[in-house]
């Protein structure tokens, strides 16, 4: 557990980015989703039910080696003859390793910024400039999810994703350890939004997890959420929601003239 907490703490220490602020760069989009699709987030074909198929890869510093996987953001483009004023919320899925643009997303989320009637004018920009802030992700009452990935062979390895993470946080522990048991084990970030262990406790699962939120972290306790014959492929319900935003001081970068709608 100490490891655990110092991993943690490097982490919030290492955050400078001011996520709550307006940034402004450049946004492409991907002429098909399917190239999202096989992000390395990790999420595969369930991306496309996210956010009606607003996807986007992100740049490193967002992508954050895979705690920034689930983090919504709204963009809107620059161009008030054809971009509407609201824009569109995107969902990170993917690594952009351009560095010309912070983001690449889905076609359907590009055209999105547009005004009414004019989402053929946006598409044909090809390049966007943007201004984009980091929002709450809503799920509408979805609770936190738990996929087992199809990689986990029990009882010797288990591999999961987060799914439907609400508010403004990040997912930056894991333990997990049998239901009714207090010896939690770690479990370590493979990629993306997937942890895995290879101490995989037996019988019914329960889970606790770091987020970030206000200016700390905060621990959630999942207390039966995988049964004792868990399958791959299958998404279990932790009954939990998380709302929490993360706070980052960046007040002084802040936009207060941008509404988030």
Not at 76 to 99: H, M, Q
């Amino acid at each position: 557990m100490a490891l655990l907490f110092l991993v943690f703490l490097l982490f919030v220490s290492s955050v400078t980015a001011c996520d709550r602020c307006v940034h402004r760069s450049k946004v492409a989009y991907f002429s098909s989703a399917s190239s999202l699709l096989s992000g390395a987030c990790g999420y595969g074909d369930l991306a496309t039910g996210f956010n009606g198929g607003r996807l986007a890869a992100a740049v490193p510093s967002i992508y954050k080696e895979g705690a920034g996987c689930g983090a919504c953001y709204q963009m809107r483009c620059k161009d008030p003859k054809i971009c509407s004023k609201a824009g569109t919320t995107v969902i990170v899925t993917d690594l952009n390793t351009n560095n010309q643009t912070d983001f690449v997303i889905s076609s359907r989320a590009f055209m999105a910024m547009a005004i009414q009637g004019k989402a053929q004018d946006v598409h044909k920009l090809g390049i966007a400039d943007v201004e984009y802030k980091r929002v709450p992700c809503d799920y509408k009452g979805k609770n936190l999810a738990i996929r087992v990935e199809e990689s986990s062979q029990k009882p010797n390895y288990l591999a999961i994703s987060f799914l439907y993470q609400g508010g403004q946080t990040e997912i930056v522990g894991v333990d997990a350890a049998q239901v009714g048991s207090s010896n939690w084990n770690f479990m370590t970030r493979n990629h993306g939004a997937i942890w895995d262990t290879s101490r995989v406790p037996s019988g019914a699962l329960q889970f606790r997890f770091v987020v970030t939120a206000g200016y700390d972290g905060k621990w959630n306790w999942a207390k039966s959420v995988l049964p004792a014959d868990w399958k791959n492929g299958v998404i279990y319900d932790t009954g939990l929601q998380i709302t929490d935003i993360a706070q980052e001081g960046c007040s002084p970068c802040d936009d207060g003239n941008w509404k988030l709608h």
